[in-house]
């Protein structure tokens, strides 16, 4: 038994991962559509499919008035849809048998987005996934927003900012969806509005595609950012981030189009699943979501809620303050310990730094003996993320 003070506000789960790597064939297929001029596709031809979805915010359907309308649920109402708000791939990853929670059906089609947290251990997590499910297609999203857009004033090499700050750069007050904003775009010199370069975030996904035999799905994007934004700003919600209803109906054909193209029948793929094993196995603990925490904590800490639509729960620890959570190691053998806290970016953080102590681990056994709640990831815009740090 071990007891684990810490001073600040987190959420800790107790990670055990093998990472046993499953390589195949690479096949990877892109496919452009613009998700409206689409060859309509039955959507039952692949409703029959059996899904499981992984992935960030846009995923789980955040800004959609009706969730169900998330591309997960589009591809079939019996979609498992495993994504978790403010998440990168590592916690999937380190915990995936435990996320299945003695689920053990079969899944033909596999998808992740995690494509601006890609560097965060999602070929862990498709490595795994593949070893469990030998059979499934796995797709990889590569998915894009307006905040992906920025804009340069005199100095093309110095950004002014993102294109969300255009209207005020320029005296007016419009948002993403209104077509004078669109005209403002248009008209602005294209030489000063770039896309961000994410080629390091691309080669990450397509090295988790290759490591897993998996196929990438970029959703479309004109090469013009004027004409991505004038266009396609219908994809997203006014929050300039998530994907709107007609975003999501956008991914929901992308995928359908791929599993056209790759001639997929339905009954024929569902009686191919078979199931692999989760390697040596994990075991998480979360109360993120349901704000109910089974382990020991010390007098003075409690479980609350630390946003707006008391649905995200936390450990709050008070600055300056310690306390003890005690995690149990079920397992006759050594694992590692992955604690999952909240940042934010960028600097400063709004979190304090955190001191850890193991009190009952060797020394020379401690990795970690602090927690840096500042979040120093590839995004463009202050963020309030889930990190998870062995």
């Given at each position: 038994m071990?007891?684990?003070?810490?001073?600040?506000?987190?959420?800790?789960?107790?990670?055990?991962?093998?990472?046993?790597?499953?390589l195949?064939?690479?096949r990877?297929?892109?496919?452009?559509?613009?998700?409206?001029?689409?060859?309509?596709?039955?959507?039952?031809?692949?409703?029959?499919?059996?899904?499981?979805t992984?992935?960030?915010?846009?995923?789980?359907?955040?800004?959609?008035?009706?969730?169900?309308?998330?591309y997960?649920?589009?591809?079939?109402?019996d979609?498992?849809?495993?994504?978790?708000?403010?998440?990168?791939p590592?916690?999937?990853?380190?915990?995936?048998?435990s996320?299945?929670?003695?689920?053990d059906?079969?899944?033909?089609?596999?998808?992740?987005?995690?494509?601006?947290?890609?560097?965060?251990?999602?070929?862990?997590?498709?490595?795994?996934?593949?070893q469990?499910?030998?059979?499934?297609?796995?797709?990889?999203?590569?998915?894009?927003n307006?905040?992906?857009?920025?804009?340069?004033?005199?100095?093309?090499?110095?950004p002014?900012?993102n294109?969300?700050?255009?209207?005020?750069?320029?005296?007016?007050?419009?948002?993403?969806?209104d077509?004078?904003?669109?005209?403002?775009?248009?008209?602005?010199?294209?030489?000063?509005?770039?896309?961000?370069?994410?080629?390091?975030?691309?080669?990450?996904?397509?090295?988790?595609?290759?490591?897993?035999?998996?196929?990438?799905?970029?959703?479309?994007?004109?090469?013009?950012?004027?004409?991505?934004?004038?266009?396609?700003?219908?994809?997203?919600?006014?929050?300039?981030?998530?994907?709107?209803?007609?975003?999501?109906?956008?991914?929901?054909?992308?995928?359908?189009?791929?599993?056209?193209?790759?001639?997929?029948?339905?009954?024929?793929?569902?009686?191919?699943?078979i199931?692999?094993?989760?390697?040596?196995?994990?075991?998480?603990?979360?109360?993120?979501?349901?704000?109910?925490?089974?382990?020991e904590?010390?007098?003075?800490?409690?479980v609350?809620?630390?946003?707006?639509?008391?649905?995200?729960?936390?450990?709050?620890?008070?600055?300056?303050?310690?306390?003890?959570?005690?995690v149990?190691?079920q397992?006759?053998?050594?694992?590692?310990?992955?604690?999952?806290?909240?940042?934010?970016g960028?600097?400063p953080?709004?979190?304090?730094?955190?001191?850890?102590?193991?009190?009952?681990?060797e020394?020379?056994?401690?990795?970690?003996?602090?927690?840096?709640?500042t979040?120093?990831?590839?995004?463009?815009?202050?963020?309030?993320?889930?990190?998870?740090?062995?």
């Amino acid at each position: 038994m071990a007891r684990y003070p810490i001073s600040s506000f987190v959420y800790i789960l107790l990670l055990i991962i093998s990472q046993n790597g499953v390589l195949g064939r690479f096949r990877r297929k892109q496919r452009n559509s613009d998700g409206d001029n689409h060859r309509r596709l039955s959507s039952s031809v692949f409703s029959s499919l059996r899904y499981v979805t992984f992935g960030s915010s846009v995923t789980w359907g955040a800004a959609m008035k009706h969730r169900e309308h998330a591309y997960p649920w589009l591809l079939s109402k019996d979609t498992k849809n495993l994504a978790l708000r403010a998440s990168g791939p590592l916690y999937p990853a380190v915990c995936l048998q435990s996320i299945f929670d003695g689920d053990d059906s079969v899944y033909d089609v596999i998808v992740l987005e995690y494509f601006m947290r890609a560097h965060e251990g999602l070929a862990e997590l498709a490595v795994r996934l593949r070893q469990r499910f030998p059979n499934a297609i796995i797709f990889f999203l590569q998915l894009w927003n307006p905040l992906h857009i920025n804009f340069y004033g005199d100095n093309e090499f110095a950004p002014i900012s993102n294109i969300k700050d255009l209207p005020a750069y320029v005296g007016e007050d419009v948002a993403l969806h209104d077509r004078k904003f669109h005209e403002i775009v248009m008209n602005f010199p294209p030489e000063k509005i770039q896309f961000i370069d994410f080629q390091e975030n691309e080669q990450l996904v397509r090295t988790a595609a290759e490591k897993s035999d998996g196929i990438v799905l970029p959703l479309y994007k004109p090469d013009d950012p004027r004409v991505a934004v004038s266009r396609y700003s219908h994809w997203f919600s006014s929050d300039w981030h998530h994907l709107s209803e007609k975003g999501h109906a956008a991914v929901y054909h992308l995928i359908l189009g791929a599993l056209e193209i790759m001639g997929i029948d339905a009954e024929e793929k569902r009686n191919q699943g078979i199931l692999g094993n989760w390697g040596d196995g994990d075991s998480c603990i979360s109360w993120y979501e349901s704000g109910k925490c089974p382990l020991e904590i010390s007098e003075g800490l409690e479980v609350k809620s630390f946003d707006s639509y008391n649905t995200k729960f936390a450990i709050e620890f008070f600055y300056g303050h310690g306390g003890s959570v005690v995690v149990n190691n079920q397992f006759d053998h050594d694992r590692d310990l992955h604690l999952t806290y909240m940042t934010t970016g960028p600097a400063p953080t709004i979190y304090p730094l955190t001191k850890l102590n193991f009190p009952t681990l060797e020394p020379e056994r401690i990795h970690l003996t602090e927690l840096d709640p500042t979040y120093d990831g590839r995004f463009n815009k202050p963020v309030h993320v889930a990190k998870t740090t062995k």
